[in-house]
């Protein structure tokens, strides 16, 4: 069975300097996609980036990166030069490529950006 | 006009009562999901849609029943809330393969 992990349920960053946002993932298959989502104060899910598993190299997406490290099974994101609008809650989630294609979410991780 | 509009924004109903939320896409996505979001919990499937002929269960479907009216159109049902369906609810749509696009969801509180 597929499981998300998300060990910081919050964390703090001044502005503009960078933070690492911890997923780990547990899965038995070999094609899977990686995806992270913002959930700001107003509720809804933003998409921010995707990683496929057979991706060689990491996503980017603007200020956000994601580190994939496979052997790990470890997805984190990395935004860089962090504003007070990335106050949130951002989930890391799962879906494999075969079968039923259903996204598995992590419990989230709060993050305050502080001025 | 968002691309996956759920109805109502918020909904206040006491226990025993039934109660649906509306969820229709833009989009032209054949795959239609409801999530529900609980503090601590991060997002559950509770059912999903691959086309108007095909619905299936998430992992919490107890308590709850969907309808897929037309591709556009996926509404949940709960038959006889109770104060544990508390929650944030959310549709999504999506592609094959691709990401899940949101609604804004649904704040639903069981008095």
């Known amino acids: 069975a597929q499981k998300i992990t998300q060990t910081q349920p919050g964390m703090f960053v001044q502005e503009k300097e960078a933070v690492t946002l911890d997923c780990t993932y547990d899965t038995s298959d070999q094609s899977y996609g990686l995806f992270w989502y913002k959930q700001p104060s107003s509720g809804e899910m933003i998409f921010l980036i995707y990683q496929g598993s057979y991706d060689e190299q990491n996503a980017t997406e603007g200020r956000y990166s994601l580190n994939f490290q496979k052997a790990r099974k470890s997805a984190n994101l990395v935004i860089s030069a962090s504003q007070l609008g990335d106050s949130a809650m951002y989930f890391c989630?799962?879906?494999?490529?075969?079968?039923?294609?259903?996204?598995?979410f992590g419990t989230g991780t709060r993050l305050l950006v502080s001025p | 006009d968002a691309d996956v509009t759920q109805t109502p924004r918020n909904r206040i109903t006491k226990t025993g009562k039934r109660i649906m939320l509306e969820c229709s896409q833009t989009?032209?996505?054949?795959?239609m999901y409801w999530y529900r979001q609980d503090p601590g919990l991060g997002l559950r499937l509770i059912y999903y849609s691959f086309d108007v002929k095909d619905i299936n269960k998430g992992e919490i479907s107890d308590g709850y029943s969907v309808s897929r009216q037309a591709q556009a159109k996926f509404s949940l049902s709960l038959e006889s809330a109770i104060p544990n369906q508390t929650a944030l609810y959310f549709c999504?749509?999506?592609?094959?393969?691709?990401?899940?696009?949101f609604g804004s969801g649904t704040q639903l509180s069981v008095l």
């Open positions: 999504a749509t999506s592609d094959q393969g691709e990401k899940l696009f």
């Open positions: 989009k032209g996505h054949d795959r």
């Open positions: 989630a799962m879906r494999r490529n075969t079968g039923f294609q259903k996204l598995v």
